[in-house]
């Protein structure tokens, strides 16, 4: 979608003085299903109350894009890029070289000027990414264009300043020549003996959130969606794959700007028609193989790992269908699974036309497939409808986790859907308390002015915070028939576009006008108040009771954690149980026992009785570890550090590592793994392990 450039931006000023000087009651007309957390009030202190109210008055709080103005362009404190000149197509040429481990690149951008007095085209680089030349590209050749860079930051990297010449008319077009450095922090090059096959390396991206100017030089804020090219050239055998559809019968154009290829090699070409943020660039190249799971999914991965799987996302296509039921149709075209390997630092990742996921999902028994519902929903919340920057990120990951509640509700019915979002309260919970309860990343829209890392803001406040307050609004409309209908409004007024926090109130309040319920919604509170929710869901707890109850005797039994065991526990506790309600089980008992742990006899005794170190599924794994290690269980640590050496997923590296070193037995051991791990990990989780542990 064009973009123009807005007359004003307009900072919010909300009256929170007001908001947060009284207690929080709902009023006669909130449902049942809603109940308050009482008197408690925000304001700790005088002096913490005033810090929190000019807080609130930050840039965070900027009015960027309201319902009839599609197209403003807003500040992004995580993106240095130009405003007034514009990327809106990119066309690629990457040779991947695995002996240098660099890609060289050519990025020749379309460019549309909001401003007359549009004089520079700026775009993010990455620390380290080499630039060699830019160029005017014209119908009777290429003009080179003048560029210096700004002052490098550790975080947001260096601005790329291109000078354009003046008297300029669209369609402009610029080229850029470069190169990425082998310490490129969207990038991870695999050595041979790191992939399943053991015979060829492997590489693939993460550009989330503010990585992609690590790999290319673009304007790395979501507000800056693009449709792409790409033509990527890698050795022989190996297969590229990326964030767009391949193109079957592409014509014969090569790397024009790379050289011919040499005979070892062959290029592989891409299509990216809807317009994406560059966050969502994705590439990988390996020995890879495919298996079709529908006529528009098909699974890929290397050969041992491939049949595995197929049979793993084996009911995608249900999936699929579920959100197209719920959200209307998907514009993506193709929608294909890369089973990455064991590093890959996340679940999944919603890379559109081809979803990167963990090999940690392979559990052997479909258990964990969930995950693919949250990246299918991302189709339409994140990827189509996007968060205008990352202050409003709740807006992706909230409205995702509605998304993938409700596909699992449609497949499996209500309880799931209640079973779900109140296990999703655990994990809520369970942040905030780390975090404390008024610590400015547990705000709904945080303020990351001043260089802040959004990957150090990142947890399951936008997650799981978002979608608490997502549902709080259904409820109050009058259920989910309710609210999808706007869901869909909502999807419709912003496909292929971006939008705001403010954004949403403004078309939420909008479409309810009608609705007296509306009213009473305390958007700051919500929005800018740090801690729990000022309300508290009643969830339909049937597939949870067992769970809770199983793990109310554990704790209850020996509450001082002394050792004694619960009477008559036995192996028949869960049987027939699920592998969610067995992690609820054990999630839950964590958070009983949050003041006092479990004593390491009593974690022997779950060991023995449930066989939690037989199971492959590694949520109930990671789960029960945190238990053993605030127990200072010895008899798990070769367990725990086996699970650090073998998968880089972030979800389970960071409790488990965290949980390591605050145990008597185990700091120096969490060190000591991380030193022999910390190659075979992921740049982004390198850095936030070695943050949580202080080196």
Not at 129 to 158: D, R, Y
Not at 376 to 389: E, F, P
Request: hydrophobic residues 40%; glycine residues 6%.
């Amino acid at each position: 979608k064009a973009r123009s450039l807005p007359k004003q931006l307009v900072p919010i000023s909300p009256p929170f003085c007001t908001t947060l000087a009284k207690p929080l009651f709902c009023s006669s007309s909130t449902p049942a299903s809603l109940k308050t957390r009482g008197k408690k009030s925000y304001r700790s202190s005088c002096s913490s109350f005033r810090n929190l109210r000019a807080g609130l008055r930050s840039s965070t709080a900027q009015r960027a894009i309201a319902p009839d103005q599609e197209n403003l362009v807003m500040l992004d404190h995580t993106s240095k890029a130009s405003v007034d000149a514009r990327v809106t197509h990119s066309d690629f040429e990457l040779s991947v070289n695995f002996q240098d481990k660099r890609i060289e690149g050519w990025a020749e951008m379309q460019v549309q000027l909001n401003s007359k007095s549009a004089k520079e085209l700026v775009l993010d680089t990455g620390a380290g990414l080499t630039i060699h030349s830019a160029a005017l590209i014209m119908p009777e050749g290429e003009q080179p264009l003048q560029f210096v860079f700004g002052e490098p930051h550790k975080v947001l990297g260096t601005a790329l300043k291109i000078s354009l010449p003046e008297g300029l008319s669209e369609p402009v077009r610029v080229g850029v020549r470069f190169t990425t450095p082998p310490s490129s922090s969207a990038v991870q090059w695999l050595e041979p003996s790191q992939t399943a096959g053991g015979v060829h390396p492997y590489l693939f991206t993460q550009c989330q959130a503010i990585h992609a100017r690590a790999l290319v030089p673009c304007q790395d804020t979501p507000s800056a969606k693009m449709s792409y090219t790409a033509a990527v050239r890698v050795p022989k055998p190996l297969t590229a794959l990326m964030s767009a559809v391949p193109e079957d019968n592409p014509e014969s154009r090569g790397l024009r700007h790379l050289g011919d290829s040499p005979s070892e090699s062959q290029v592989f070409y891409f299509t990216q028609k809807v317009p994406i943020p560059p966050y969502l660039l994705a590439l990988a190249v390996g020995e890879l193989e495919a298996r079709e799971l529908s006529p528009r999914s098909r699974v890929w991965s290397e050969p041992s790992m491939v049949d595995a799987g197929a049979y793993e996302f084996a009911d995608t296509a249900k999936y699929l269908e579920a959100g197209e039921s719920i959200a209307g149709p998907y514009v993506w075209g193709r929608y294909d699974l890369l089973l990455l390997p064991p590093s890959f630092p996340y679940g999944g990742m919603e890379n559109p036309c081809l979803t990167f996921v963990t090999p940690t999902l392979l559990a052997g028994d479909r258990s964990l497939t969930n995950v693919i519902a949250h990246e299918i929903a991302h189709s339409w919340t994140g990827n189509l409808v996007t968060n205008s920057t990352w202050e409003h990120f709740w807006l992706n990951e909230g409205f995702t986790v509605l998304l993938e509640r409700k596909i699992m509700r449609k497949l499996h019915g209500e309880p799931t859907f209640q079973f779900h979002a109140s296990n999703g309260s655990v994990f809520l919970s369970e942040d905030i308390a780390r975090f404390g309860e008024n610590h400015p990343y547990t705000r709904l829209v945080p303020d990351l002015s001043g260089g802040t890392d959004p990957d150090d803001v990142f947890s399951k406040v936008p997650y799981e915070k978002g979608f608490y307050f997502l549902y709080y609004l259904q409820t109050l409309v009058g259920g989910h028939e309710a609210f999808d209908a706007f869901f869909r409004a909502y999807l419709k007024e912003y496909q292929f576009k971006t939008v705001t926090s403010e954004g949403f109130r403004e078309f939420f309040m909008k479409y309810f006008h009608d609705n007296p319920a509306v009213q009473q919604v305390d958007w700051d509170t919500w929005y800018y108040a740090p801690g729990n929710p000022p309300v508290t869901h009643s969830y339909d707890t049937s597939l949870s009771e067992q769970a809770y109850a199983l793990a109310m005797k554990w704790h209850t039994a020996d509450v001082m954690g002394i050792g004694r065991a619960p009477d008559g526990v036995s192996k028949k506790d869960i049987e027939g149980w699920s592998s969610d309600q067995i992690v609820a089980f054990l999630e839950k008992l964590g958070q009983y026992r949050s003041a006092q742990p479990m004593h390491a006899d009593n974690t022997r005794r779950l060991v023995e009785l449930y066989g939690l170190l037989d199971t492959k599924n590694a949520e109930i794994r990671s789960a029960f570890f945190k238990l053993a290690l605030a127990a200072e269980d010895q008899t798990v640590l070769p367990h725990v550090l086996d699970m650090l050496a073998t998968q880089g997923r972030m979800k389970y590296l960071r409790p488990l590592f965290r949980a390591l070193f605050k145990s008597k037995m185990g700091k120096d051991a969490a060190i000591e793994a991380f030193k022999q791990n910390e190659d075979s990990y992921h740049p982004i989780a390198k850095k936030m392990v070695a943050a949580d542990l202080g080196l």
